[in-house]
């Protein structure tokens, strides 16, 4: 993950503070309930739900230039469209422990601006 992943996105909306704000906002409302639902998939075993979730967080972080869930989340989501979802889960402690520091930079960075 970019070691300040607030200035990536501030950088993207052209400095505009409302749209930052509502961007940072829209995140951390949706993150939490997006990783419980590529966790429901993974444990159902629901490829393709596992493989749309995975997709819509990683459009999500790479907002915040988060290189690290975005990869995590780009391997489950491959290795759900080939059916393969038995292989994602060793994956999903390592995009839900680089997601929670996601989450708690974007928090930070929101109260900063």
Request: glycine share 8%; with cysteine; net charge negative.
């Amino acid at each position: 993950m970019t070691t300040r992943p607030c200035a990536a996105l501030l950088e993207r909306v052209g400095g505009d503070q409302d749209i930052f704000v509502e961007l940072c906002d829209v995140f951390l409302d949706d993150a939490p309930r997006r990783l419980d639902s590529i966790r429901i998939a993974l444990e159902s075993g629901d490829a393709g739900a596992l493989r749309r979730e995975a997709h819509a967080f990683r459009g999500e972080a790479a907002a915040f230039d988060a290189a690290d869930v975005v990869t995590v989340a780009r391997e489950i989501e491959q290795l759900a469209a080939a059916g393969d979802v038995q292989q994602a889960h060793p994956l999903w402690p390592l995009l839900e422990g680089h997601s929670r520091r996601l989450i708690d930079a974007v928090r930070a960075g929101r109260g900063r601006h």
